[in-house]
């Protein structure tokens, strides 16, 4: 059995989606549905089991699971970089984390989880995925901080020579539609034309950057996707590694993409960066894509441009989910 945690998830749910195309089913979706409507995410997807994440981490703990475990792709999380609950995030973030990766590691379990780009901080030390730079980053909000310290633990235990952890950087794509204010601005932005007909933007507060021209590396899910699942099929492939674009973009550059991919003149607005923003705001992301390409990585990756098409045309426009 394939189990993939959070899979109910925006990238788990289409990890599942992914691995249904390859012909695969026997899988175990642990998660925690909660009251939002990412149980929709599931329905066109095929699957073997469901567990509450509560209760599965039981198993682990107990070392009763009553299942052949083949891999674990760990993608459960609160993945947001607002949330205030410190002690929620070291314990759903780190805790979890680290009790599946022992147990995979003790008993020969294929291990890979998603760490964060919310890692790099501001990116004054780079966006270098080597194993050894963990220790020396300063996340800029508590999420990237309990995931960091995930990764910092996980190297000073000598298990990043056994596991993989994925720095997933800007995700956009079908699925995340549960997200609220987490989505992507790919999501919220179609929105915003569709209701509005203009997007509105945050102004810079950086003098090397002027309104819109902050950058980022946006990668779409389905690459995001197919990048993880190398780790399944090459299982001597163990590390940190960057999961991205490789090619940092500006936010004009995205919406500029998105008006042209419904149709719709160009109409930004740009507005003021909310104060408590200030201090973590991340100016330019971009993901170093060296170390999984010589791990054997190649394949090509959506543009910009054909990924906001893809994700517009095929997905928000006609309202559907990955599977539909």
């Not at 749910?13 to 195309?21: D, G, P, T, Y």
């Not at 642990?30 to 567990?51: I, M, Q, R, T």
């Not at 998105?258 to 160009?266: D, E, Q």
């Amino acid at each position: 059995m394939i189990v993939v945690t959070g899979a109910a998830g925006f990238i788990g749910s289409a990890i599942v989606w992914r691995l249904n195309q390859l012909g695969k089913d026997e899988i175990v979706i642990v998660d925690e549905l909660g009251s939002d409507e990412k149980w929709k995410n599931l329905v066109p997807l095929n699957y073997a089991n469901y567990y509450n994440k509560h209760k599965f981490l039981k198993a682990i703990v107990d070392d009763n699971v009553t299942f052949k475990i083949d891999a674990i792709i760990h993608l459960g999380a609160n993945s947001s970089t607002t949330e205030k609950n410190a002690d929620h995030l070291m314990e759903n973030n780190f805790e979890y984390t680290k009790y599946l990766a022992s147990y995979c590691v003790k008993n020969g379990i294929r291990f890979i989880y998603a760490s964060s780009a919310a890692t790099y901080g501001d990116g004054t030390l780079g966006f270098s995925d080597t194993n050894e730079q963990c220790e020396k980053l300063r996340p800029l909000n508590m999420y990237g901080y309990s995931k960091n310290l995930f990764d910092i633990w996980a190297c000073k235990k000598g298990m990043l020579n056994k596991i993989v952890g994925l720095k997933y950087f800007n995700v956009y794509g079908p699925n995340e539609y549960h997200k609220g204010d987490m989505r992507s601005v790919v999501h919220k932005a179609f929105e915003q034309i569709r209701d509005y007909g203009v997007v509105k933007l945050f102004k810079s507060k950086h003098p090397d950057y002027k309104d819109g021209e902050q950058k980022r590396d946006f990668v779409y899910v389905k690459d995001a996707v197919d990048m993880t699942l190398f780790f399944l099929e090459n299982r001597d492939k163990n590390g940190l590694f960057n999961v991205g674009s490789g090619e940092a973009r500006t936010w004009n550059d995205l919406v500029t993409s998105l008006f042209n991919a419904v149709g719709k003149p160009i109409n930004i607005e740009y507005i003021d960066l909310p104060e408590h923003l200030t201090d973590k705001y991340q100016y330019f992301t971009e993901a170093n894509l060296g170390k999984i390409k010589k791990a054997g990585y190649n394949n090509q990756l959506h543009s910009l441009e054909a990924g906001v098409t893809d994700y517009v045309k095929n997905y928000l426009v006609l309202s559907k989910r990955l599977g539909e």
